[in-house]
């Protein structure tokens, strides 16, 4: 389901995931859509607040995200700052891709590590005479930032992955109809 391909540049790391969630596009999307007040800070133990900086278009934003600290507190809070691209295809894909930048609204904050998300996202994927199923493909090219071990990285990435799915499933099985 995830697998890592870690390169050491100031630790940053690929990671990429699949699943299959059971059920419809638009509801997996209702989770995972990248939006201020939105389900994800609901359901993803990494999100801890998502905050709108800028409206480029109605696809396209400039958010931060917030996250808390992790690996028993081994990883102390960090922030994002991101352009994000939301993509709809004929096939009905969605897809939210994003990469860092700077935002003049946004400089570093204080009790944050400001890590940086190298091209990212989420894919969801129709499947074929399946309307009930979804399959879920993530990404992840991110520095940390600060100074931490490799193998602390190395042991956070995989696992927090692995459990983004677990909850995605659980959280869109909450849903209502809609």
Same mark, same amino acid.
């Given at each position: 389901?995830?697998?890592?391909?870690?390169?050491?540049?100031?630790?940053?790391?690929? &990671?990429?995931?699949?699943?299959?969630? *059971? *059920?419809?596009?638009?509801? @997996? $999307?209702?989770?995972? /859509?990248?939006?201020?007040?939105?389900?994800?800070?609901? $359901?993803?133990?990494?999100?801890?607040?998502?905050?709108?900086?800028? !409206?480029?278009?109605? %696809?396209? +934003?400039?958010?931060?995200?917030?996250? #808390?600290?992790?690996?028993?507190?081994?990883?102390?809070?960090? %922030?994002?700052?991101?352009?994000?691209?939301? /993509? =709809?295809?004929? %096939?009905?894909?969605?897809? +939210?891709?994003?990469?860092?930048?700077?935002? #003049?609204?946004?400089?570093?904050? *204080?009790? &944050? @590590?400001?890590?940086?998300?190298? #091209?990212?996202?989420?894919?969801?994927?129709?499947?074929?005479?399946?309307?009930? /199923?979804? !399959?879920?493909?993530?990404?992840? !090219?991110?520095?940390?930032?600060?100074?931490?071990? =490799? +193998?602390?990285?190395?042991?956070?990435? #995989? *696992?927090?992955?692995?459990?983004? &799915?677990?909850?995605?499933?659980?959280?869109?099985?909450?849903?209502? %109809?809609?």
């Amino acid at each position: 389901m995830c697998s890592p391909d870690c390169v050491l540049s100031n630790i940053l790391c690929s &990671y990429k995931g699949e699943g299959v969630i *059971s *059920s419809s596009l638009e509801k @997996v $999307w209702e989770c995972l /859509k990248p939006v201020p007040n939105g389900l994800r800070v609901k $359901w993803d133990n990494n999100v801890k607040r998502f905050e709108l900086l800028e !409206q480029i278009t109605e %696809d396209i +934003s400039i958010c931060r995200t917030v996250t #808390p600290s992790a690996a028993m507190g081994i990883i102390a809070p960090r %922030d994002f700052v991101d352009v994000i691209l939301i /993509k =709809r295809y004929e %096939d009905g894909t969605i897809s +939210s891709n994003a990469t860092n930048v700077n935002h #003049p609204g946004c400089s570093p904050q *204080s009790g &944050y @590590v400001r890590g940086f998300n190298h #091209p990212c996202g989420c894919i969801c994927v129709p499947i074929s005479g399946e309307p009930n /199923k979804t !399959q879920v493909f993530s990404f992840f !090219q991110t520095d940390l930032g600060g100074f931490l071990p =490799r +193998s602390v990285v190395d042991s956070f990435f #995989p *696992s927090s992955m692995a459990e983004f &799915y677990s909850n995605l499933a659980k959280a869109v099985k909450s849903l209502k %109809d809609f």
